[in-house]
């Protein structure tokens, strides 16, 4: 059974910092690429990152770039996301997947939030 687990978020102060985690399981974690998406209260999910196999970053949204970066550890079936700069329009619920699954197999997410 393919599962994603995120975990790291919390309450932070704009300008500051966090790293997410997501644990994934069920699969041949090495094999596949992985995205982060985000959901801000009223608005839909977004794609906001992914990792290659090889571990490089992809970020796909503007305001994310050379804020988030996006990384992984195969020893650990794991993927994380370092978040710099956090801004309130940061807020939101933070999840991972597999890139191509299409399945709705979402994780619980990880609620970050971003305020003074």
């Known amino acids: 059974q393919v599962q994603f687990v995120e975990s790291g978020g919390g309450l932070v102060q704009p300008g500051g910092s966090l790293r997410l985690s997501c644990a994934a399981s069920?699969?041949?974690?090495?094999?596949?690429?992985m995205n982060w998406y985000r959901q801000a209260p009223g608005k839909a999910r977004e794609l906001i990152a992914s990792?290659?196999?090889?571990?490089?970053?992809?970020t796909t949204v503007d305001s994310v770039k050379g804020r988030f970066t996006a990384s992984r550890d195969n020893t650990k079936n794991t993927v994380y996301l370092q978040m710099n700069s956090l801004r309130p329009e940061d807020t939101a619920v933070y999840y991972c997947?597999?890139?191509?699954?299409?399945?709705?197999?979402w994780g619980q997410g990880t609620q970050v939030t971003v305020s003074s």
């Open positions: 997947k597999r890139v191509g699954d299409l399945n709705d197999n």
């Open positions: 069920g699969f041949s974690f090495s094999a596949y690429a």
């Open positions: 990792v290659t196999r090889s571990g490089s970053t992809i």
